[in-house]
């Protein structure tokens, strides 16, 4: 575990943390006016490795090749050159921090961060960090990698679970939420709808499926009706009909190898360290990521009871909570943000089909994925 410190003073800023990967969905933006709960587990933190905040530079005017050093392979609008670094937490967690009124500029429920660094360290004085709770954006805390350093706590395990521990948690995520819009009452202008977070997770991984498709169609040869929800429907439809189709499955702890050979596999992100789960066999095949969560959710469906069931529950058998809705408001859509980011950083982008699938990604494609 890590405590983080002001570099300008040394007052302590955080609780002990505990160090996770960064969520696919961390710099998701979400709806319009939609109440977005907190980014991070209480009691964690994530580092983004890449670059964040001013200065930005416009793709055209970039050097030749200066994109794609930094794995930027297709067209974007604009690149940060910021410091890398940034460190993502729950609001909760933080300490000895206060607001700058100054800089509490949000777009329309809250604050969004656009007036750069809002928190200052209370004992100093230094800008260390920037809160974010505006409509559409995961409410968080972002401390300036330049303005704060990391002391680790004495006599902290840091060892992360193995797969087996990760699968025995059982920490799934779930398909759907209930949503609120921040105009609303008890009561009113609530529903169920797709998680984001299923959302993000999709857009990143049909990505990598294009990526590793060769313009070929895609099959997935297990799953149930959510693997077919969620990532068949959005293949079948950015990928053309015609040609030999490449073979896909759900592959990672726990899961039963695929009788046949595949070319691609769906596989877990470790929710701690974020590596990829490996078959560990020899062999070149394409690894599509999904978050441990909602590959777990994928791999082993949750059960529920149809009916309810009486009397008193004995150990082992299923609860008779009300299950959540089979169906949301809307279709699945994945999240195009993630879709794009994830995509212009593989280089098979620069292969003329799927550039020209970015490129001119139509309007009727568009609304029946994203």
């Not at 809002?118 to 974010?132: D, E, F, P, S, Y």
């Not at 726990?254 to 691609?264: K, S």
């Not at 969560?293 to 009397?311: D, I, T, Y």
């Not at 299950?323 to 699945?332: D, G, L, N, V, Y």
Request: with cysteine.
């Amino acid at each position: 575990m890590y405590v983080f410190e002001c570099a300008g003073c040394g007052a302590e800023l955080t609780v002990p943390l505990s160090r996770v990967a960064l969520p696919v969905h961390a710099h998701q933006k979400y709806g319009n006016g939609i109440q977005l709960p907190v980014l991070m587990e209480p009691g964690t933190f994530a580092v983004d490795r890449e670059p964040s905040g001013p200065p930005w530079r416009v793709w055209e005017d970039l050097a030749p090749g200066e994109a794609a050093a930094r794995g930027v392979h297709a067209p974007v609008y604009h690149l940060s050159f910021g410091a890398p670094g940034a460190v993502v937490l729950a609001p909760g967690d933080v300490r000895g921090t206060a607001l700058v009124p100054e800089r509490a500029g949000g777009y329309c429920c809250g604050l969004d961060g656009a007036d750069g660094p809002n928190m200052a360290c209370v004992a100093c004085g230094l800008a260390v960090a920037t809160r974010i709770d505006d409509c559409s954006l995961w409410q968080a805390v972002w401390l300036a990698p330049e303005a704060v350093r990391r002391r680790r706590v004495e006599g902290t395990d840091t060892t992360p679970p193995t797969w087996a521990e990760l699968l025995a948690e059982d920490r799934r995520t779930s398909p759907f939420q209930p949503r609120a819009d921040w105009a609303a009452t008890p009561g009113t202008r609530r529903w169920w709808a797709w998680n984001p977070e299923w959302e993000a997770a999709a857009g990143r991984a049909l990505a990598h499926f294009l990526a590793a498709s060769e313009g070929r169609p895609v099959t997935i040869l297990n799953g149930g009706p959510l693997v077919a929800t969620v990532l068949q429907r959005g293949l079948d439809i950015l990928l053309p009909a015609r040609g030999t189709a490449r073979r896909a499955a759900l592959a990672g702890p726990g899961v039963p190898p695929p009788p046949d050979p595949v070319d691609i596999l769906i596989v877990p992100t470790h929710s701690r360290t974020g590596v990829l789960w490996s078959p560990g066999t020899p062999g070149a095949v394409h690894r599509v990521p999904l978050p441990f969560g909602v590959w777990l959710e994928l791999a082993f469906p949750s059960a529920h009871l149809p009916v309810p069931a009486s009397g008193r529950l004995p150990d082992g058998v299923l609860r008779d909570d009300p299950a959540p809705p089979s169906a949301a408001r809307h279709p699945f859509r994945a999240d195009p943000q993630a879709f794009r980011e994830a995509l212009v950083r593989r280089p098979e982008v620069r292969t003329p089909w799927l550039s020209e699938l970015l490129t001119h990604l139509t309007r009727e494609i568009h609304l029946r994925v994203f």
